[in-house]
């Protein structure tokens, strides 16, 4: 009897703490508070002067939101710390008028905006306020990953268990969404007035609870938001638990569904969210209702999600800007402003910052001037501690990496490349950044290696880090004797041999050579490259670029004390030629790899890397198109996207054009340089062999591991190995 006393306590106090109970009324002045005074006095004109101690009127709230044009002032009123801090643009407004139009009366329609104008948070709003009042039954919001998908839902359940304004509409609804978030093993059992609310509240689905009064009729009940990867999105079918009805999506909100690498990438990937869309979403609602779509997404590329669908004729699409129109004296901002903004000491920690407080005094100054006839989307869209205004904030934009700029900012991306150019862009180049800074070693890496260029007045090096699945990091690069710019030309640099003391007497070219290779031999080797947790690389390899200078350099090697150091020299086989590691083995050769033979010179008696040049551009710039963190990828160090644009155009300076070779299906691509420097090129592609020497390998696709077949074991078996029998 005991034990059945004690069921029936807990179970009652099971019951007990299932029972939603309503939270303390809020008041006008509470309202006030978290709205603030101005948009609390534009939402309450209607009523006029208020008892603040007074309850709010909720049939007010609610028919202020639920009528034409509710949206809008629900997106811009009710969500004082995102959606609601500053007033919209005109094109913001549209699209969230679009938008309202689509979950009232269906369609399919696109709105192409610029980033960061606060696309996401307004799918969270749109999604919240048509289950709210009733206009959809069951919502889909889709991102371009699970993560973010959650991340809409988690916005949604934020806003429900804790906007004052929303509680003071439904206070029912949020009392129970707030006992689902603090009681989530109670909702089966969780209700209201002894009737079973059937809410849900998981990490990726929503439903809202039945609640029912006689007085007031609620027209969220048994409402559903989904969220999930657009790549992901199939035939959904549910069953309401009260009217038993079939419920299927009659809203899809799909915000960016394509990441930024995949949209940069291969058509392959637009191609298969397309068959997606086609296939299924377009059918979610069933046969007898087409549902209702809104897409917001920012344009990449002119192979992408967005612009495809952009051209479809299905749907409707509007874009816009950052720009409406560009400043009158456009040209001040790209030369004299840009100058300037770039215009530091890549050596100095603090020269960034120097130069933007020169580039804000310099706007400060010409502020009239600088602004006339220019005109944007949005004026709150930039960050008060780093500039003055949405319009210094677009140019600095531009300025930093205009392709991205006409593409992510406009929505009107650049014309695409000749189609033979395999090439990365330089502004890709320059923000291709891993998280690490100069000198530090990304976590990935295991070995450590180095290329020098030589010249007659200079010397050229990058210091790269890498793994074994080939994914380089470029953790230094610089000239000896360093320069103290941040671009230069081999022709102008400030400081060359003869500016260094000891090498200034030496009679000979030669002998500048020599004593300089010494010196940075002795640097690099000193110089330490230690990951995060204070571990150290070693030097697997230093390899010397020996083309102009074959014998000088084997016999400043040859001379050397560390064994790491090794001559190099870069072939480009022709179309019909055999690859370096199809060649006939010869009696001085040590090994070969990848496009690469070690062999020992008859000459000097040095050991040597012969490479395959064409081959690894080809794939040093599909490495810089790879997404950063996969196989193959190559990144910089982190620091400005102007610190890194010497390299960007080194990287360019020389043209690809792909050579097919006679009577056979087979060719090769030829690189043939443009006007300008393309030595941190040559170093980059001389440390992507000598990683490829060090034990890397390129590997496209990983293979799928064969299952190994379980072995059957019966239970006989296993008491006797327990000892059980």
């Known amino acids: 009897m005991q034990g059945v006393k004690q069921r029936r306590y807990e179970a009652k106090k099971s019951n007990e703490r299932a029972e939603v109970k309503l939270l303390p009324g809020v008041t006008w002045g509470q309202l006030r508070e978290f709205v603030g005074p101005k948009k609390f006095d534009r939402t309450i004109d209607d009523i006029g002067v208020l008892d603040h101690s007074a309850f709010v009127d909720p049939v007010f709230m609610e028919n202020r939101y639920s009528g034409p044009g509710g949206l809008l002032l629900f997106t811009s009123e009710l969500f004082p710390a995102s959606t609601s801090r500053f007033p919209y643009g005109s094109k913001q407004r549209q699209s969230i008028e679009t938008c309202e139009s689509v979950i009232r009366g269906g369609g399919v329609q696109q709105c192409l905006e610029p980033r960061g104008l606060g696309k996401s948070s307004r799918v969270a709003r749109a999604a919240l306020w048509s289950v709210l009042f009733g206009q959809r039954r069951c919502v889909v919001c889709f991102q371009s990953s699970a993560k973010k998908s959650r991340q809409t839902l988690d916005r949604i359940k934020n806003e429900l268990a804790g906007n004052l304004a929303i509680r003071a509409m439904f206070p029912e609804l949020v009392a129970a969404c707030v006992h689902a978030k603090q009681n989530l093993f109670l909702q089966k059992k969780q209700h209201f007035g002894n009737v079973l609310t059937s809410i849900e509240w998981h990490v990726d689905s929503l439903r809202l609870p039945d609640i029912f009064d006689d007085e007031h009729a609620f027209p969220f009940c048994g409402s559903r938001v989904f969220t999930m990867a657009f790549s992901k999105g199939q035939g959904l079918s549910l069953s309401d638990p ?82 409406e129109q560009f400043a009158d004296n456009d040209k001040w901002w790209r030369t004299t402003y840009r100058e300037t903004l770039q215009g530091f000491d890549p050596r100095d920690p603090n020269g960034q910052a120097v130069a933007r407080q020169k580039a804000n005094q310099l706007y400060a100054d010409n502020r009239e001037m600088a602004d006339a006839g220019a005109k944007v989307a949005w004026e709150y869209a930039y960050d008060p501690s780093q500039c003055l205004s949405a319009i210094q904030a677009g140019y600095d934009s ?197 496009n690469w033979i070690e062999k020992k010179s008859d000459r000097s008696k040095v050991n040597w890397l012969q490479f395959d040049a064409s081959y690894f551009k080809q794939r040093l710039h599909r490495g810089l198109s790879a997404p950063l963190g996969t196989s193959h990828s190559v990144s910089l160090f982190a620091a400005g996207a102007q610190t890194h644009s010497i390299i960007g155009d080194h990287v360019n300076n020389e043209k690809p054009s792909w050579v097919k ?57 296993v008491a006797m190995k327990n000892g059980w029998m």
């Open 398 to 594: 531009l300025i930093d990496n205009e392709h991205s700029f006409w593409s992510q900012n406009q929505n009107q991306p650049l014309p695409p490349a000749e189609e033979s150019d395999i090439r990365c862009k330089s502004a890709a180049v320059a923000n291709k950044q891993h998280s690490e800074p100069r000198g530090v070693v990304p976590e990935f890496a295991d070995r450590l290696v180095a290329h020098i260029d030589v010249h007659d007045s200079l010397l050229y090096y990058a210091v790269g880090c890498g793994n074994k699945d080939q994914q380089l990091a470029i953790v230094d690069y610089q000239t000896w004797p360093a320069q103290n710019v941040r671009s230069w030309t081999l022709e102008n640099a400030p400081r060359k041999f003869d500016d260094v003391e000891e090498l200034r007497s030496l009679p000979t070219v030669e002998d500048k050579i020599r004593v300089a290779l010494n010196t940075l031999f002795e640097h690099l080797l000193a110089s330490e490259y230690r990951k995060a947790d204070g571990s150290q690389l070693l030097f697997e390899s230093i390899g010397v670029d020996c083309g102009d200078h074959f014998d000088l350099i084997h016999a400043v090697i040859r001379d050397a004390t560390h064994s790491a150091i090794i001559p190099m020299r870069g072939v480009a086989p022709g179309a019909a030629e055999s690859k370096l590691n199809e060649r006939p083995i010869r009696p001085n050769e040590k090994r070969r790899g990848d």
């Open 242 to 323: 009260t009217t038993l009805q079939d419920l299927r999506p009659d809203l899809l909100l799909c915000d960016d569904v394509q990441s930024s690498d995949a949209a940069m990438g291969s058509p392959r990937d637009t191609e298969k969210l397309l068959d997606v869309w086609n296939t299924s979403l377009r059918y979610l609602g069933g046969r007898d209702k087409t549902v209702a779509t809104m897409f917001l997404q920012t344009i990449c590329s002119d192979f992408d999600m967005a612009s495809v669908l952009a051209s479809d004729p299905s749907v409707h699409t509007i874009r816009y800007g950052y720009f």
């Open 661 to 717: 070779a006679a009577n056979k299906p087979t060719g090769c691509w030829t690189w043939k340089k443009l006007p300008g420097d393309n030595h941190f090129f040559d170093n980059c592609v001389g440390c992507y062999a000598l990683l490829n020497r060090a034990g890397a390998s390129f590997v496209d696709v990983q293979p799928f591991k064969k299952k190994q077949p379980r072995q059957k074991v019966t239970m006989a078996e």
